[in-house]
């Protein structure tokens, strides 16, 4: 009997940095947002999640669909997973269905190998950038005709964020209306070439696993924090208008304004949700004054920080306000204690 057929597709994704942060879920199940977000996608040089799919009517169906995360096997029996799959394998069997002749792939089951180029250690969230590549790998396995926007609908199922990885450059979720989600996507407000210059430092002020998942947190303060309200109908509609503009128009002041005040009005939601929940440590703390010291210096901004559900730093900058910003947070971070120098710094905040 002949060897049954292997087929397979690799892809790469980008990780992306909110500005516009999403934060509190209308639907759990179908990770539908309170609100629009806006991200900038890190260059893919520095950090990426690297992922091949395989499918054959060899490999074993008692066993089933399988990732190898990193080199060691991880579940894939968790409810946003399996949706993501259920998804691509209806996508491909419609495909299937209007054309006899094609291999009946949404049958088999798949395999997935997936690889981050980044530490693990360093304490970013990977998974925007690992179902984006989940997503993709078996959309191009399985030859799906769907554009970004209709692949982000689907990563969005894995990880809400996720979806904002199937671009490059800047980035819009858009929260949407409808009760199915078909509306809940990403767009590109612009590419990486609109704004070349800008910059993200990671700072990494902790590798330890965040203590409030970011599930879990969101829909403690969607259920308890009054200040969200607050934030979701009046704040982000408000940042999200400054923000595209800020990017049309490549005016950083304001781009790093509307950044910090994102960052911070998030993370005033969680300290508003009770009990509260604290993201930022001291040394996050000492970065925002580090920052705050750096523009008050300049005389003008040159820099911005932001901090996701954990005590890392992302700070924005442009190309040449390196010295002044990467200069001095190395030497006002330097000697604090629990500050480790950046295992990735200087960051791109572009992709190819
Ligand atoms: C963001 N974060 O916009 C915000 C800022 C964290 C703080 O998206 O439950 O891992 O998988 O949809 O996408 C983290 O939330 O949450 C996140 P799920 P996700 O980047």
Redesign the pocket.
Known sequence: MAAEKVYRASTTAPV???VV???G?RDPKL?LPTNS?L?VTLSQADLRTLTTASCSASYSAAEGDSLILNGEPSDVAGA?TQACFRELRTRRAALEAADPSLPKLSTMPVHLVSENNFPTAAGL?S??AGFAALVRAIANLYELPASPSELSKIARQG????CRSLFGGYVAWRMGSEADGSDSLADQVAEAAHWPDMRALVLVVSAAKKGVS??SG?QQTVATSGLFQERISKVVPQNMDLMEKAIKERDFPAFAEVTMRDSNS?HATCADTYPPIFYMNDVSKAAIRAVEAINAAAGRTVAAYTF??GPNAVIYYLEKDTEAVVGTIHNVLGDIDGWKPAAIEGLKSTVS
């Open positions: 992306n940095i909110a942060k999403y934060w879920k990770n977000s991200s946003r969230a998974s925007a990880s809400g964020s996720a970011s599930t969101m998030f996701d559900a």
